[in-house]
């Protein structure tokens, strides 16, 4: 078997970036004896959840989650960002706030303040209730999120609009919504906000798509865009499996002879390196088989 890494896979730079925010955090908070806390996953990602967790970093979902504790303590704010109310929470119940929104989705929340400021209502293409659409939202009062073309055609109102994305969306699913928004006489402004990153995984994938027989994604089965790479492969028509870990990986990938290899932005090398090697067993126990049946006719 031969195994081939998507072009680009694995960490992005925001997510590489609120990581290693988030252990610098930590170690500060050993440092001083103070408490240190995430606020949300920091990623997607089991792996990287518990290495933060044996640093001494709490997550929470929310500030009211830790009654009490926030008074000196650290908080970090992941890569997705959070609403202006959430920071404003943490500092009053005295927390040292560590933003490590990552500046393209902090972009994505200036320019929704900045057309709900002047009137406009803010449309965000993207999940529901995703970490990242919701402190979008919170920048700019009033905000809709829509996830598909349906709910965009269902957005009434004759006020002009202003259509941001989710970073992690893709071009095609950010058009559909933007081309269902549109009525005559009513003002859309194409704001964008599809990060490059997310775009590069994507089009890697679909070269790899060219190039084998089936294809495994690594990543958090509740990271968007993980499970985003994964259905774009499937729907390329290669057999494709979305894995959390090396451990996921059923043994008949074991008889593929090219298996392509990519990873969500929130996966860290270590899965990757670990989904390769076992592959490589895989393969290794299929050639083993192959031989001693034969062996065994001989
Ligand atoms: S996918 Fe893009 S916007 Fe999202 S965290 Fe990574 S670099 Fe930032």
Same mark, same amino acid.
């Given at each position: 078997m031969t195994v081939t890494r998507a072009r680009t896979l694995g960490f992005c730079p925001g997510v590489r970036r609120a990581v290693e925010t988030a252990e610098r955090a930590a170690a500060a908070a050993s440092a001083s004896g103070s408490s240190g806390f995430v606020?949300?996953? =920091?990623?997607?990602n089991p792996r990287v959840s518990a290495r933060l967790s044996g640093l001494g970093m709490e997550t929470i979902a929310?500030? $009211? $989650?830790?009654p009490g504790r926030l008074a000196g303590a650290t908080v970090v704010i992941r890569s997705h960002g959070a609403a202006p109310e959430v920071f404003e929470r943490l500092r009053a119940a005295g927390a040292e706030v560590v933003d490590a929104t990552c500046p393209r989705v902090a972009a994505n929340q200036k320019a929704a303040a900045s057309y709900a400021s002047r009137g406009y209502l803010v449309v965000i293409a993207g999940d529901a209730g995703h970490g990242e659409t919701l402190g979008v939202a919170g920048h700019a009062p009033g905000a809709v999120i829509v996830s598909s073309a349906a709910e965009a055609a269902a957005v009434a109102t004759s006020r002009p609009l202003a259509l941001i994305a989710q970073?992690? =969306?893709?071009e095609t699913e950010y058009e559909a919504v933007r081309e269902a928004l549109r009525i005559p006489g009513r003002e859309l402004v $194409?704001?964008?906000?599809?990060c490059a990153a997310s775009r590069e995984r994507r089009s890697a994938i679909e070269e790899l798509a060219g190039e084998v027989d089936a294809i495994v994604v690594v990543g958090g089965k509740n990271s968007a865009n993980t499970r985003r790479l994964a259905e774009l492969a499937a729907t390329l028509g290669v057999p494709t499996w979305h894995v959390?870990?090396?451990?996921?990986?059923?043994?008949?990938?074991?008889?593929?002879?090219r298996v392509g290899l990519s990873a969500g932005a929130s996966t860290p090398d270590e899965d990757i390196d670990e989904a390769e090697a076992r592959l490589l067993e895989l393969s290794q126990a299929a050639s083993d088989d192959a031989a001693s049946d034969a062996a065994s006719r001989a």
């Open positions: 606020l949300g996953q =920091i990623v997607h929310d500030p $009211d $989650d830790a970073t992690t =969306i893709s $194409d704001v964008g906000g599809v959390e870990n090396a451990a996921e990986i059923p043994d008949e990938l074991g008889r593929y002879e």
